[in-house]
């Protein structure tokens, strides 16, 4: 069974951290990257960070500089650093991991989603 299971969010204000984590079990397929995506009411879903097998890293331009994407590959595990949240942060923040299924073909795991709410 195939299980990613975010924890971390919440409310805090502007200036504020949180980090995220997924803990992954049971995926098929060989990972090629973890990563975070969040989608704000009345938004598309959209890349915030995201880290390969090999550490590569990329970040949406929004959170340069304030976020840190990292994973624990041993535990198939991945990690986001926030700093420095802004309101316009706030989102439902989705854990996701895209793993190579067989030449030429990917697929995608989502998790449930952690709201992260920046006000005051």
């Known amino acids: 069974q195939v299980q990613l299971v975010e924890s971390g969010g919440g409310l805090v204000p502007p200036g504020g951290s949180l980090r995220l984590s997924c803990i992954t079990s049971g995926i098929i397929g060989s990972i090629y990257a973890m990563g975070w995506y969040r989608q704000a009411p009345g938004k598309q879903r959209e890349l915030v960070a995201a880290i390969t097998s090999g550490g590569s890293t990329n970040y949406a331009d929004s959170v340069k500089g304030r976020f840190t994407i990292s994973r624990d590959n041993a535990k198939n595990t991945v990690y986001l650093q926030m700093i420095s949240l802004k309101p316009e942060d706030t989102a439902v923040y989705y854990c996701?991991?895209?793993?190579?299924?067989?030449?030429?073909?990917?697929?995608?795991?989502w998790g449930q989603g952690t709201q992260v709410t920046v006000s005051s």
């Open positions: 996701n991991v895209n793993v190579i299924i067989r030449a030429g073909v990917r697929g995608d795991y």
